[in-house]
């Protein structure tokens, strides 16, 4: 088949990637001429594992081509993806604006009959929105699906080539028998396509995401508790865990939860159920807790220096909002950074793959960016792991202690062993478990 991705941001490359490596031919089509030129170079805008292989894979064999030209790329194609941005407004409800005008253009430049496919995460309507606009703007007969991402950065290839459902918003056969061959290489272990109305596939989409973005906050505020109370959220976890009706995953206390969806989903929620004066009181104490929580690291460094934070160096580990990517929007990294560079330290910061990106954000005022991850450590008072790099897992502790002029860690992520790390020479406070003093 023929398809034209319009966006080349995180959710339209690895679509169009992945579907061009089963054989279709897939055209991405971008606005930024710098960004087509990059790609056309077969060099990626993200960080995204496995991702870069599959687009030079498939540009070298001729599936996968990269153009600023959209209505050459749309005037072809059976299949239109519209991938572009749809970020927070101030007030929370999604920017629209470059869904209209993408939506305006497809409808001056389809041909023949042809499926708009929305992978945008939207607010409910927009299936009418968009629908009303292409109709307005040609007389070409289409059908308007709504099917929405899940997929998790740093793992996004392996979630859309083995996803574990399809969601089709749309109505009519033709549309469905379109997009069902279009998935079936990936439901060759069985079918897990379901299909719907447009508007219950769009709110789908916010409503997983406010789901586990609540299972975090909740954790998070428990995790306070245990620290009031001496309890150690961990047993706690595992407790929560082995309930067969809660399960595992997504209980891990943390800085936060960050990037780029949960806390755009959420806030999104929020406004729609504003908008149609039916608030969702729960997802507006999950946003909360949020910002809380990405204040209590920081609050706990400051109590523990007082007054003498100002004149302190501190290293940092991390600042992606999670291993596995180079996105450090919403991280709450960033802003603990922001909060000890306000309050005169000085910072060194190291993370695998996100130091560029950050440094977008946060400039090099008072801060050094180190190549490797043991150079901000060099005289530091205090290391503050943010985020959850594999290299961060089990590192050389007595190399570290004869690095550092300080002996305290603060662990965002609660990635060592309370017992192992009391036989290190280092005081380390986590989150929601009994801060260990050296033996």
């Avoid at 305006?104 to 939207?122: C, F």
């Avoid at 043991?374 to 005289?379: G, H, Q, T, V, W």
């Avoid at 790390?421 to 478990?433: D, Q, V």
């Amino acid at each position: 088949m023929k398809l034209a991705v319009i966006g080349s941001g995180y959710v339209g490359l690895v679509a169009g990637a992945c579907f061009s490596d089963t054989g279709n031919d897939v055209t991405m089509v971008d606005i930024d001429p710098a960004r087509i030129d990059m790609l056309n170079q077969g060099q990626l805008p993200i960080y995204e594992p496995g991702l870069g292989e599959i687009l030079r894979r498939n540009a070298a064999g001729g599936r996968l081509t990269f153009t600023s030209d959209l209505p050459a790329a749309v005037g072809v194609a059976e299949v239109v993806i519209l991938a572009v941005g749809t970020p927070s407004a101030p007030d929370g409800r999604v920017d629209m604006q470059w869904m209209d005008a993408a939506a305006r253009q497809v409808a001056g430049a389809i041909a023949s009959y042809t499926v708009i496919v929305t992978k945008s995460t939207v607010p409910v309507g927009t299936h009418k929105r968009v629908s009303d606009i292409i109709a307005a703007g040609t007389d070409v007969e289409f059908d308007y699906v709504s099917n929405p991402e899940f997929l998790k950065e740093g793992a996004a290839v392996g979630d859309f080539m083995k996803p574990d459902r399809v969601i089709l918003g749309l109505s009519g056969d033709r549309a469905l028998q379109v997009m069902r061959h279009l998935y079936a290489p990936f439901m060759r272990r069985g079918d897990r396509i379901l299909v719907m109305d447009p508007a219950s596939a769009e709110l789908t989409k916010y409503a997983c995401n406010a789901m586990l973005a609540t299972r975090i906050s909740f954790m998070n505020e428990l995790s306070q508790m245990c620290d009031y109370f001496g309890a150690d959220v961990t047993h706690i976890r595992r407790g929560m865990g082995s309930d067969h009706r809660i399960g595992p995953d997504f209980l891990y206390p943390s800085l936060g939860y960050g990037g780029s969806c949960f806390p755009k989903d959420v806030q999104g929620m929020i406004a729609m159920g504003r908008s149609a004066n039916r608030p969702v009181r729960v997802v507006e104490a999950v946003h909360l807790a949020n910002v809380e929580q990405r204040e209590a690291m920081f609050a706990r460094i400051k109590h523990y220096f007082g007054s003498q934070l100002g004149a302190c160096k501190i290293a940092v580990w991390g600042l992606a909002f999670k291993a596995r990517t180079d996105d450090v929007r919403e991280s709450p990294a960033i802003t603990i950074v922001q909060r000890l560079v306000g309050a005169g330290a000085s910072l060194a910061v190291h993370d695998p793959q996100a130091m560029e990106t950050a440094k977008t954000i946060l400039g090099d005022k008072q801060i050094e960016y180190c190549p490797h991850m043991y150079d901000p450590l060099k005289d530091a008072d205090a290391l503050v792991v943010c985020t959850e790099w594999q290299e961060f897992r089990t590192p050389d502790f007595a190399r570290m202690a004869g690095l550092m002029a300080g002996d305290v860690i603060f662990d965002g992520r609660n990635l060592y062993d309370l017992e192992w790390i009391a036989n290190t020479p280092f005081r380390y406070y986590s989150i929601g478990r009994p801060a260990v003093n050296p033996k």
